[in-house]
């Protein structure tokens, strides 16, 4: 794929063909096993397995949408070793399996970062622009997407930078981070500060101002960059992450078990001084819950509904079925899972909760439901 021209301002990608630089590539972060998401995601099916759609997975999505923006042979996920065996099958198909990358243990995704880009790195060089990016989150439409990540390389090509992307709020919501926007760069802005989780009062004075940006936890830049940021304001990872990709794997795995670090954001990016933003073209959301799930496809009545199920005189459910017949009547604000082997019924305020519940059965011993 030949290079993408640099961008001469906002409007550069409109008048050419949508392609990415030919040493581009995407690192899937698919992490964590989705407890909130109990009883349909569980040990062995992690929450980036998960499907919204009953068809599709969560990570065979993000895949997707990254084509052919970035071909398949240059998308990586990378998995912790606890975790591999549950990917190994599901990622048949999507990506090469070497482009499989496997973390000794799962450290935070600092270190994830660090060592996914290592090993990009050592297969394409310091200059492959790596798009980093969850594997578990609901975005619509995949084009807008790929407009977005097309618009965040080209200015990680142009500018010795992290590009992060900003998703314009639909609310004001403070269990997330926001993002400044200042002066513009390019077809992005610089960024001048980044709030996390701010009070309910303070989020809905950012919105209003139309300034600020959720942060979409999705990050371009060259893995030189990377390497730089981490020696300025991680050193002890940076050294590390300089070995990564020729160590052998038990020492890899000593080295790794050691690493003790934050998020990649607190880590690196709210303290680096070379950071711009890109405003999503997409709509995004997080999916972190049963209820956040709700939000995203509640459609008339506000429910939600997937599978062999039948809503009478009920609104704001979220509700899913498989072969056996669901029927509820006259009930308001539930969420109700059948999984085959486990039901959950919950209501829907209280889906964040359901981390709980995992807690319960491993006191009772019922590992076979995790």
Do not use: C
């Not at 403070?174 to 500060?193: E, H, I, K």
């Amino acid at each position: 794929m030949a290079p993408a021209p640099r961008a001469r301002g906002g409007n550069a990608l409109r008048n050419r063909r949508l392609t990415a630089p030919a040493q581009a590539a995407a690192l899937i972060i698919a992490g964590g096993r989705g407890t909130r998401f109990w009883p349909e995601s569980r040990a062995g099916r992690p929450k980036p397995l998960f499907s919204i759609d009953g068809a599709n997975s969560l990570l065979a999505a993000t895949v997707a949408r990254n084509i052919p923006l970035i071909p398949r042979e240059r998308i990586f996920v990378l998995v912790s070793a606890d975790q591999a065996g549950a990917f190994r099958r599901p990622v048949k198909g999507l990506i090469p399996p070497r482009n499989l990358i496997v973390e000794p243990a799962g450290r935070g995704t600092a270190v994830a970062i660090a060592f996914g880009t290592s090993i990009i790195a050592k297969r394409f060089g310091e200059q492959t622009v790596v798009g980093v990016m969850p594997a578990d989150h609901l975005i619509t439409p995949p084009s807008g997407f790929r407009k977005t990540i097309a618009r965040a390389i080209t200015l990680a090509v142009d500018n010795p930078a992290i590009v992060v992307v900003g998703v314009a709020p639909t609310r004001a919501e403070s269990g997330y981070g926001y993002q400044q926007m200042g002066r513009p760069v390019g077809a992005g802005f610089r960024v001048d500060r980044f709030i996390e989780k701010p009070p309910p009062a303070q989020a809905q004075r950012m919105v209003r101002s139309g300034k600020f940006l959720w942060n979409a936890g999705m990050f371009v830049m060259r893995a030189g960059i990377l390497s730089a940021e981490l020696r300025e304001h991680a050193p002890a990872l940076a050294a590390a992450a300089s070995k990564f990709a020729q160590m052998k794997p038990r020492e890899l795995s000593r080295i790794y078990r050691r690493l003790d670090f934050d998020a990649f954001d607190r880590v690196v990016v709210e303290k680096s001084a070379n950071v711009i933003g890109v405003r999503a073209r997409f709509r995004w959301h997080d999916v972190g819950s049963w209820e956040g799930l709700w939000e995203a496809l509640r459609g008339r009545g506000g429910n939600a509904l997937s599978g062999n199920v039948v809503a009478i005189g009920s609104e704001g459910v979220l509700a899913r079925a498989g072969d056996r017949l669901m029927v509820l009547l006259g009930v308001n604000d539930l969420v109700v899972v059948d999984s085959g082997d486990a039901i959950l019924i919950a209501r829907r305020s209280r889906s964040q909760d359901v981390r709980s519940v995992i807690a319960e059965l491993e006191r009772r011993g019922l590992t076979r439901y995790l």
